[in-house]
């Protein structure tokens, strides 16, 4: 299967379809973290250059997330911009395609998400809301639930802005594995 990871820098997602032995690729602005396929620059470059078989989109959140609701009356043209790129990827000829955000604007603005889990079902003591927007795709099952004692990563993370930023960004392994196993089965 030919699987591309939209908006990853990572490549925790991307490293968990490749260990399956599907072709995927992860695509940001930013480099890879890690070694592995990845185009360095903006997804639409590649998002229409092969037949892509499952899309796990990560559009940034930055002017999306209702965290930062109290700035969004500054952001009503970055919103607008942002909302158009994740009405793109939704819309992207892909048969399957999962698009995963905080609680977002994106549920009043485009429709209601799919699925909303947590990193303590995927194994991780922590909280971190994300929800899913799924075509084509079954909901992830919880794969081992733990006990998050209220830690919320997105609110522990103290680093500069930028390594913070990155930091909450990085989807945990236990939910990228779950992504692989689960939705790497079809064909």
Known sequence: MN????????????????????????????????????????????????????????????????????????????QIEALAFVRELMRAPIPRIALENPVSIISTRIRKPDQIIQPYMFGHRELKTTCLWLKGLPALQPTHIVDAKGYSYAHQVRHAPDVREKNRSRTPPGVARAMAEQWGIFD
Request: hydrophobic content about 40%; overall charge negative.
């Open 3 to 78: 699987v591309l990871i939209a908006c990853e820098f990572s490549g925790i997602v991307r490293d968990e379809f490749t260990k399956r032995g599907h072709y995927a690729m992860s695509c940001d602005i930013l480099a890879s973290e890690r070694a592995g396929e990845h185009y360095q620059g903006d997804v639409r470059d590649v998002l229409y250059s092969r037949q892509w078989d499952l899309m796990v989109a990560h559009p940034p959140c930055t002017h999306l997330a209702v965290s930062g609701a109290a700035h969004f009356y500054r952001k009503r043209d970055l």
